[in-house]
Every structure is written in C-alpha cells, then in structure tokens.
C-alpha cells in the first residue's frame, strides 16, 4: 500500500513551515552583535510573506528528485534576496511605503539607514548560504551562484526596477512592460525554479521545459498583482493597495485595461500548464503553483 499523496494545502503549509525554521536557523540570532542590524533582517524576513519563491524551488526539487537540505539553502537563499528587494524597495527613495505584509515597513519600524543595510546583509548572506550550505556538487554550486547573481542585479531585478522607476509617467507598451516585468519581478522566480532543479537531475528537454514555465509564471505573478493592486483593499494585500496608480506607474491593468489583463493572466496560465505536459504526475506541485499564482487573493 502506498503512501496517501499530501493535499496542495498540506504540502505548501509543510513546504512553508521547513522554510520558516530554515530561515530562523540562517538568520544571525538577534542578541548577536550588531544586534539592532540583526533583530531588523528577522523582522523583515520572518513571520510573512506566502514564500511563493521557495515553493517553486521545492516544488521543481521534487520534479528533479533533489534533497531536502540541498533545497532549503537554495530556497531561503531566493527567499532573502526577494526579502531585501522589499526592504529597498519600500524606502522613500523608491516606492516610498510604510506598510508590508501587514507591519510597519522596516525603514519605519526602525530607520532609514538600518534598513539600508538590512537589505545589504540579507543579500549577502543569500550568497553565503548557497556557497557553504547548498549539499552539491562544486561546479553545480558555482553555477547557482552565478544564476542568482544574475536574477539578482542589473541584467535581472535590480535592473527591471531601474525601468520601473524611470517609466513613472510615460505610457509604455506591452512589450515593453513586459520587457520590465520580465526582469522586475519575473528573473528571481525563474531562478527560484533553477535553482531547486540544478539541486537534482534533469535532461535537457526537461530543463527546457520547466525554465519556460518558470518564464511564463514570473510574468502570470505579476499580471495578477497589478490586478490585485487594483480591486483588492490595503488589509487583504497587506500593503497599500492602490499605489502603482497614485504613483502614475505603468501597469498591465493601465496599458491593456482590467478586463484585457485578467485575459494575459488566464492566457500565460494556460501556457505555464501546457509546457508541463510531459512531464507527467511528477510535475503537478508545479501545475498547483501556476493554479494558486493565478487565483491569488492578496
């Protein structure tokens, strides 16, 4: 008799909570000196967030046959530096927010410089935790080094959120929004799903198939945040909704219109779940996550 399959709900709730220990584990302990530094990364790190990036690493680890601890490093590692990305981003001189999953953003919660370097330390230690705690190969880990410092600067995150700044105002079109998203949002997702499945094995044609879904996922994610950013209220979001269009930024929902963009989000989900297609039953937490990004409520 074989072993009951966890539900969706199960797995992600599991996947969420080794994560979370995982996280508390890396994280220099507060009491630890500079402790003001380090009780501000925990607070920016632990606690919230969905862990949407670490879900995908395990999920494409679980397609490559990856190990648990080799997954974790690789996952909180994508993790810190979407986290850091959040802490900068919500500076004032960025998007200037003061509300994120739900609390005080860490610039308020503490001040502007500490949250400068929160984010400069969770970077760094993204980097350390792949180097010294991801369990493979040498030359596998030079190479998810490299792939997470690529997502991470100018040719992936960093630099999508250059565009994004530079494009408040001016009406762009959907390649060229896209083009943005693409980096802005859609490279650290990509790598999430890299990075769990150079953790294992898989051919070529599988790789393929599985970095087009991770593509198509990062754009799906940020289609239905601009969505959401739209029509869901500050309290479900757990951040002010509503600013992308205060702040005159280019959106999908204000270059194709809400009824259009709900279209794109249907239309890259549909392609997410057709470039799985052979890759059987293994791929479904896969298949779950593009369903879950998708029907999103916050």
């Known amino acids: 008799m074989t072993d009951a399959v966890p539900s969706f709900a199960d797995w992600v709730a599991a996947v969420q909570t080794r994560t979370e ?7 220099p302990a507060a009491a630890v000196a500079p402790s003001r530094l380090h009780d501000a990364m925990r607070y920016a790190v632990l606690g919230g967030g969905k862990r949407v990036r670490p879900l995908l690493c395990h999920a494409a680890g679980a397609l490559s046959g990856a190990s648990s601890a080799a997954l974790d490093a690789a ?3 994508v993790e810190l530096i979407h986290a850091y990305s959040l802490v900068h981003d919500d500076m004032p001189c960025m998007d200037d927010d003061v509300l994120r999953r739900g609390k005080p953003t ?12 929160v984010g400069d330390s969770l970077q760094s230690l993204a980097f350390l935790l792949l180097s010294e705690h991801c369990d493979v190969a040498a030359d596998t880990r030079v190479r998810m080094v490299s792939q997470l410092a ?6 992936g995150m960093a630099g999508g ?7 408040v105002g001016i009406a762009l079109g959907v390649a060229e929004l896209e083009f943005m998203h693409i980096h802005k949002t859609g490279a650290l997702i990509r790598c999430a799903v890299r990075l769990g499945a150079a953790c294992g094995q898989l051919d070529v044609d599988a790789q393929a198939r599985l970095d087009h879904y ?12 601009d969505v959401l950013d739209c029509e869901a209220s500050t309290e479900a979001l757990g951040k002010t909704a509503g600013k992308d269009a205060a702040a005159n930024k280019p959106t999908y929902v204000s270059t194709l219109g809400l009824a259009r963009a709900r279209e794109r989000a249907r239309e890259l989900h549909a392609e997410a779940i057709d470039s799985l297609s052979p890759l059987g039953d293994e791929a479904r ?12 409520k916050h």
């Open 106 to 117: 860490v610039h308020v919660q503490y001040d502007d410089a500490t949250a400068l370097l």
């Open 285 to 296: 937490r896969l298949r779950e996550l593009a369903d879950f990004v998708l029907t999103r």
């Open 21 to 27: 220990t995982a996280l508390d584990r890396f994280l």
């Open 214 to 225: 991770a593509g198509t996922v990062g754009l799906l994610f940020q289609v239905v945040d």
């Open 150 to 155: 690529i997502a991470s600067g100018s040719r």
């Open 161 to 167: 959120q250059a565009i994004d700044l530079a494009s």
């Open 75 to 77: 996952a909180c590692a």
